[in-house]
């Protein structure tokens, strides 16, 4: 309860947006008038720190024709479901500064919330709905199927290849947003745009060459048709976005007099980049603060190779420290300078320029936002599922250095601090919860590698042809056995570059 008294508040409504008013700011438009523009599939926390705080804010403006509408795939999702629909799909976006400043907001973007397995229908109506224009993604790294080794659509998923079935009801993100757009084909109906905002180098585009070949293999015409027709424009998005804890939702309710089943927290940072091609329109994004581009990617390289390849760098080696939070490592000199290091020495010679950007202060910032100790974000978070995420951020880091004759040192502790890691026991002797949709097989190399120490690595799926390459397996094999024999912190003390 962090010594507040528990207070039983009315549940976050409509009705009491005026008697909130005087502690957070509220959405002060007729949420009636709004008409839906966005299907946004995947609204979890970072959808609605982000994308849907933008929306709200142009909403506020007096646009009327953008509302989103959220629609969950997954089981788990039933939760938001029900947490929403019970407060009018209002919900409260907490923002909390380094310096102790707390500002709450609700927002109102989100008109309305479908649970896909509840109405297969209701969604592919939605869909097909001329209004909307453009269908957003939050689905995660893993939800766009790629084979990491070959680049191209990995249809083994079972989800997957029941939507390829003739005549299937679909149940993935890919299988609505293919049904979809085949009935606006048949229908005459224009496409809507794509709009991929998860952290994945070229987001557009791998949306479109996954989303064209999953349709090609139910239909090659139609997957031709969404290739050329549908447009994809890719992002860099940016704000670091923990799960919602308990202590969240109680901070809510005694701070603002909110009770509000499922919050969102967040720092204050925010950035969109977001490459200027909606052939169908599009909110007058810009209003709200997003950086439009004809050409994202080397915003993303940079977001993508310095914070994100940064959290991997950060999260196993403090997580076998002993440490359980990004702003406990990042008050650790130690481990400030081995990130300040990777991110100049290794992840910045890969990156093309970046209009107007000094990327030392950018360093500099991402160390302070990861330092910020009332965001609490927890190791566990960076270091899930990270076979999607090592092999997206750090490796084509890795693969750009040894092309270029740059240094891998440090890369190459990062991924042995993961394999380290994927022991499943931190130095301490506890048990690790590895969380990762390749658990068995990530587990299993790295049982592996007491006996043969660059098992981990043989796995092209990850790694591609780096178990191959010496400069980065000698270094690698010396951090792994560095690790199992004086610990991370000591590793790192004495890792000479
Ligand atoms: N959290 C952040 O700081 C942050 C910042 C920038 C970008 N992102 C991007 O947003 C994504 C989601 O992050 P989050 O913090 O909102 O996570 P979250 O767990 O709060 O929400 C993820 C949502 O996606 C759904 N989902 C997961 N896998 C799916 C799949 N295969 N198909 C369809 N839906 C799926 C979940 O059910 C949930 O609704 C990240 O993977 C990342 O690409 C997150
Ligand atoms: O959410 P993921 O899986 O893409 O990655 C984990 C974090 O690195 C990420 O969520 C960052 O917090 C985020 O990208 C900051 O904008």
């Known amino acids: ?16 947006l ?5 502690s957070v700011a509220v959405p002060t438009y007729d949420r009636t008038a709004v008409t ?4 946004h599939l995947g609204v979890g926390g970072f959808h609605r720190a982000h994308q849907a705080r933008y929306v709200d804010d142009l909403l506020a403006s007096g646009v009327s024709d953008w509302g989103i509408v959220g629609v969950g795939l997954m089981p788990q999702d039933v939760r938001m479901r029900d947490a929403l629909a019970a407060q009018d799909h209002l919900y409260t ?10 500002r709450g907001r609700v927002i109102g973007s989100i008109i309305d919330y479908l649970f896909a397995p509840d109405s297969p229908t209701a969604v592919l109506d939605l869909l097909t709905d001329p209004r909307i224009r453009i269908v957003s993604l939050t689905i995660t790294e893993g939800g766009y199927h790629v084979n990491q080794a070959t680049g191209r659509f990995d249809a083994s998923d079972p989800g997957i290849q029941a939507d390829l079935r003739p005549g299937a009801v679909p149940s993935t993100a890919f299988g609505y947003v293919v049904e979809a757009l085949a009935r606006r084909r048949a229908a005459g109906v224009a496409p809507f745009t794509v709009m991929s905002c ?3 180098a070229g987001n557009g585009e791998v949306a479109r060459a996954m989303l064209s070949s999953f349709a090609r293999l139910r239909d090659p015409a139609l997957g031709a048709w969404i290739e050329s027709e549908v447009a994809f424009p890719s992002s860099m998005v940016d704000r670091i976005t923990p799960a919602t804890t308990d202590v969240d939702i109680e901070e809510v309710g005694w701070r603002f007099g909110i009770a509000d089943a499922w919050p969102v927290v967040s720092e204050p940072f925010t950035q969109w980049v977001l490459e200027d091609h909606f052939p169908r329109g599009r909110p007058p994004f810009e209003q709200a603060g997003v950086e439009m581009v004809p050409d994202v990617e080397p915003y993303e390289l940079m977001k993508l190779r310095l914070l994100n ?15 359980r939070y990004a702003h406990e490592v990042c008050a650790d000199p130690l481990f400030v300078d081995f990130l300040l290091g990777y991110m100049s020495q290794e992840g910045t010679p890969t990156l093309p320029p970046v209009p107007g950007v000094d990327l030392a202060a950018y360093q500099q910032e991402l160390v302070s936002r990861f330092a910020n100790p009332h965001i609490r974000d927890t190791l566990a ?20 250095q040894l092309a270029s004759g740059g240094s891998v040192r440090r890369s190459a502790l990062v991924v042995a601090s993961w394999a380290r890691y994927a022991e499943g026991v931190d130095e301490q002797g506890s048990p690790i919860d590895i969380v990762d949709r390749r658990r068995a097989e990530v587990m299993s190399r790295a049982m592996a590698h007491r006996e043969d120490p660059l098992a981990f690595l043989r796995d092209p799926d990850l790694f ?7 400069e980065f397996t000698e270094p690698y094999a010396e951090a792994l056995a560095s690790l199992h024999a004086v610990g991370a912190r000591k590793t790192l003390e004495s890792w000479e570059t």
């Open 36 to 39: 839906p523009g966005i299907v």
């Open 381 to 400: 978070r960076l270091c899930a599922e990270s076979s999607d995420r090592i092999p997206k951020w750090l490796v084509p880091v890795i693969s750009a």
């Open 464 to 470: 591609g042809d780096l178990v191959d390459s010496p």
């Open 309 to 323: 390849a940064s959290h991997q760098a950060l999260c196993y080696l403090g997580y076998l420290s002993g440490y």
């Open 198 to 200: 998860d952290n994945i």
């Open 93 to 102: 976006l907490v923002e909390r500064a380094p310096d102790g400043d707390v």
């Open 18 to 22: 005026g008697e909130l008013a005087g």
């Open 1 to 16: 309860m962090s010594g507040h008294q528990r207070v039983r508040q009315p549940r976050l409504a409509t009705d009491r």
